[in-house]
């Protein structure tokens, strides 16, 4: 089993950039694909990116491509999400997941095919 805490979160003026972390407690979080989804206000929960258990393989939803980055450092059990050029559109709640599963084809950015999820960090874009 895993916990997931995001941070990172918070107020930035359009233009600016955030880098969110996930930090993972738990056993072999090393064997766990990761993915950040977002969720705004009146809005279905979506997928942000996501990343294999090893690091190697990497997705950024094609709306944000350009504009945010993927990582992790398994020794650090941590996940990060960098985000730059934000736009008030990006205000959202920002969560991480986890789950044990080949990270592949359309299952990787399916947030029914992740069990462990965060609270969320907010991220708030003021124009």
């Known amino acids: 089993q895993v916990q997931l805490v995001e941070s990172g979160g918070g107020l930035v003026q359009a233009g600016g950039s955030l880098r969110l972390s996930c930090a993972a407690s738990g056993r072999a979080f090393s064997s766990y694909a990761v993915g950040w989804f977002r969720q705004a206000p009146g809005k279905e929960r979506e997928f942000v990116a996501g990343?294999?258990?090893?690091?190697?393989?990497?997705n950024v939803a094609d709306s944000l491509k350009g504009r945010f980055t993927i990582s992790r450092d398994n020794a650090k059990n941590t996940v990060y999400l960098q985000m730059n050029s934000l736009k008030p559109e990006d205000t959202a709640v920002y969560y991480c997941?986890?789950?044990?599963?080949?990270?592949?084809?359309?299952?990787?950015?399916?947030?029914?095919?992740?069990?462990?999820w965060g609270q969320g960090t907010q991220v708030t874009v003021s124009s």
């Open positions: 990343v294999s258990s090893g690091g190697s393989i990497t």
């Open positions: 997941a986890a789950a044990r599963f080949a990270y592949s084809g359309s299952s990787r950015t399916d947030q029914n095919k992740y069990d462990y």
